[in-house]
């Protein structure tokens, strides 16, 4: 079936350091797998996306690396700042709909 | 704001009552989604359009809910005899066809009592 795991749940680090969250899906047809920020009360902001086609997307202190083999993605963020802390979710594309991840509640201590 | 907007943006209801949302997708965009979230969880799908054309639904949608989109631009999502389970935040978003990327609005946040 379509599924989506995301670990960790909860993620802490200091200001300035690296964040990593890893996802792993289970259709190895999905080809599309966007990353959301959600802070409290708001949205879901797109931050970056990847397509199967290529491995690894940059934009800033934010990456994206996608491994189809082993199906799974990861969304590493660098020198990280108090206005990264939000919950982050990973989605990968079924057909034309999105299935999400539980989600990744980021803190990042100043 | 050109972005995806929803009304209203809470609502507060008693068990058994009807409810109905709107959505408003990014002007042009043919394909709309909806999706519910609640707490501490992603969005679930719960359908989608193309145009005013209903393309596809989740098993999450009972026969309670019904959406619409009559002209193939903003939609409604209803809810009828509402359940306290139902209670969560309903997501919209839309996109190009042919497009992966969606564009969330805020959501219409319900409470059920």
């Known amino acids: 079936g379509e599924n989506v795991e995301q670990h960790p749940s909860t993620l802490s680090v200091q200001e300035g350091d690296s964040a990593v969250i890893k996802c792993t899906y289970s259709d190895s047809a999905s080809n599309y797998f966007p990353w959301y920020k959600q802070e409290l009360g708001k949205r879901p902001q797109l931050i970056i996306d990847i397509r199967s086609n290529v491995g690894e997307k940059k934009d800033q202190r934010i990456a994206v690396t996608l491994n189809k083999t082993a199906k799974h993605f990861s969304l590493h963020i660098t020198e990280t700042q108090p206005e990264d802390s939000a919950v982050y979710f990973c989605?990968?594309?079924?057909?034309?709909?999105?299935?999400f991840g539980a989600g990744t509640i980021l803190r990042v201590k100043s | 704001d050109t972005g995806v907007s929803q009304d209203p943006r809470h609502k507060i209801t008693k068990r058994g009552q009807n409810v109905t949302f709107r959505c408003d997708p990014i002007s042009e965009h043919n394909r709309l989604y909806w999706y519910r979230q609640t707490l501490g969880q992603g969005p679930e799908f719960l359908t989608y359009?193309?145009?005013?054309?209903?393309?596809?639904k989740s098993r999450l949608l009972s026969d309670r809910f019904s959406a619409e989109r009559p002209k193939g631009s903003f939609s409604t999502l209803e809810i009828q005899r509402t359940e306290q389970g139902d209670s969560a935040m309903y997501l919209c978003?839309?996109?190009?066809?042919?497009?992966?990327?969606?564009?969330f609005g805020p959501g219409t946040r319900l409470l059920v009592l």
């Open positions: 359009f193309q145009n005013e054309a209903q393309l596809e």
């Open positions: 978003a839309s996109s190009f066809a042919g497009k992966e990327t969606q564009y």
């Open positions: 989605a990968a594309c079924y057909g034309n709909k999105l299935v």
